[in-house]
Each structure stands twice: as structure tokens, then as C-alpha cells.
């Protein structure tokens, strides 16, 4: 059977990039709300909380566009390796882009690293994978958690969640999630969900915005040869990935781009 191609999505700004995003991520959500009554969303750092925060905070444009976030069940893709009040940490990017800024009685349940293993990045992952376990399913039931949605970025080298070119986690084939001590880019010390985790979700949407990106975006798109860690989502995901990115990021890039309806 031949292999199915990612969505490439281009908008003229990150305003309307932004709008389709929501719609993408509410149709996500209801899938998730069929399959079992919740929402199991997996989101990195970077550039990405912020987008999705001016998505998921903007007025409902109707009945059809109604999130639930007490339904919602936040994972984070990968993190940084320190606590949760740091400058550094992704859950506390998360916290004040977008879950500040959601009333109280309408909190998604969050699940942040456990900062009591801060000094054993690899007890760190253990735990946050225990942690997938209570939520997802025993280990012994499940080769890989599913989940419903997975939100990611794309580093200037084509990395994704901590999962860098080259690097030996790429490799990685047991663990859901692993620590890395030598990321390239700073902090070095991180836990990342691992490269098969990422791939079984139902979903994985990247997001990429500005010029600084389209020079990797030709050879993550244009490039016949899979090795960046981004291509490899793509490769492995499929039409179950999606890609939004603005037009300066893509600029120059071949790969037929479709209209987000
Ligand atoms: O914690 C992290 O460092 C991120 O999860 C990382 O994988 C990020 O998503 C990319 O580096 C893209 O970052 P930008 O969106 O800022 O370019």
C-alpha cells in the first residue's frame, strides 16, 4: 500500500493560521470526547503555547465550536528538565500563556513533570511515564499510550519535542519516554516523549511560523531522504499529521500544500 503524505497547511499570517488551528484542534477534541469521553493532548514548548493559546482562548464562532477544556487531559511532549516556577520550563509557559487564563472552574487536568526527581533525568522520565501509565493503560495491556492529539514544534535542525538529528534516542524503541542529558539546545537536560509515542498518536500537528524556518522546511518537505527527526513524524504519521505554518516559513518549498477546510 503506498504511503499517505502529511497535510501542508500555509496561511497568510499567524492570525489565520491560528483560527484554523482552533477548528483542527475542536475536531480533535470531539473525536476524543466519541472515543471515550475526554481529550488526551500531548503539547511541546517553544514558540508553539503561545499560538495555541491566541486559538484556544479566541470567542466561539457557534454551537459547532465549543471547547471543553474540564474534559481535557495536558500532557507535555517534552520538558526541561527543571522546576515548574523556572523561566525554563514548558509547563510554566503553558501556565501563563494559556491556563491562567482559563476560569477556574473551566481547568483542564494537567500532568507536569513530578519535580522531585529533578537531579535523575532518567527517574524524571520514569515517572512522567508512570504517569501515562494512570491515564493511559498498563504497560503490559498497551504497547503504545494513544493520544487523541499531538502538538508540536520545529527546531531550525528539524528537531521535535527533545528528539534532535542524529541523536541515539531516535533509536529508542521501548521507552514512551526517555531522558536526554546533552540536548543541543539549551538546557541539556530534558525528558522527551519518544519518537514511536509520537507516531501512534491519532493525530500530530506541527506548527511553524517565520522565515527562520524555511530553510529546513525545503529539506524536511522537498528531500527524498527521511533522517531529521521531523521528516520521520512525517514519514511514519502519514496523512494523521498536519502540518500549519504561515507563508514566509515555507517559502520556496515544492510539496503540494492544501486548503484547510
Ligand atoms: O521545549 C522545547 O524546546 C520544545 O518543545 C522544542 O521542541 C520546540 O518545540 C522547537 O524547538 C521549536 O521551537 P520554536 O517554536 O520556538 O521554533
Given at each position: 500500500?503506498?504511503?499517505?503524505?502529511?497535510?501542508?497547511?500555509?496561511?497568510?499570517?499567524?492570525?489565520?493560521?491560528?483560527?484554523?488551528?482552533?477548528?483542527?484542534?475542536?475536531?480533535?477534541?470531539?473525536?476524543?470526547?466519541?472515543?471515550?469521553?475526554?481529550?488526551?493532548?500531548?503539547?511541546?514548548g517553544g514558540s508553539l503555547p503561545k499560538t495555541l493559546a491566541q486559538a484556544l482562548l479566541a470567542p466561539s464562532s457557534g454551537p459547532e465550536d465549543v471547547i471543553d477544556f474540564t474534559k481535557w487531559e495536558i500532557f507535555f511532549a517534552d520538558e526541561r528538565a527543571v522546576a515548574l516556577d523556572h523561566a525554563d520550563s514548558n509547563y510554566g509557559l503553558l501556565k501563563s500563556e494559556l491556563l491562567d487564563k482559563i476560569p477556574a472552574d473551566q481547568q483542564p487536568t494537567v500532568h507536569p513533570i513530578d519535580t522531585t526527581y529533578l537531579d535523575d533525568t532518567q527517574e524524571l522520565a520514569d515517572q512522567y511515564e508512570k504517569s501515562l501509565v494512570g491515564s493511559f493503560a498498563s504497560r503490559d495491556s498497551v504497547r503504545l499510550p494513544i493520544f487523541d492529539l499531538i502538538l508540536l514544534g520545529c527546531g531550525p535542525d528539524g528537531h521535535t519535542c527533545s528528539l534532535f538529528p542524529g541523536h541515539p534516542l531516535l533509536r529508542e524503541t521501548d521507552a514512551w519516554v526517555s531522558p536526554i542529558e546533552d540536548s543541543p539546545k539549551p538546557p541539556p537536560r530534558r525528558i522527551t516523549l519518544t519518537l514511536p509515542v509520537v507516531t501512534h498518536a491519532v493525530r500530530v500537528a506541527f506548527v511553524a511560523t517565520g522565515g527562520g524556518k524555511k530553510d529546513i522546511m525545503k529539506q524536511i518537505f522537498d528531500s527524498l531522504e527521511a533522517t531529521l527527526p521531523c521528516s520521520l513524524v512525517n514519514e511514519a504519521s502519514g496523512e494523521r499529521c498536519s502540518w500549519f505554518v504561515d507563508e514566509p516559513a515555507v517559502e520556496g518549498v515544492g510539496f503540494p500544500r492544501k486548503a484547510f477546510l
Open positions: 500500500m503506498p504511503k499517505t503524505q502529511p497535510n501542508l497547511y500555509a496561511f497568510r499570517n499567524v492570525d489565520s493560521l491560528a483560527t484554523a488551528l482552533r477548528g483542527y484542534v475542536v475536531q480533535s477534541q470531539n473525536a476524543g470526547f466519541n472515543r471515550h469521553d475526554s481529550f488526551k493532548v500531548a503539547v511541546s
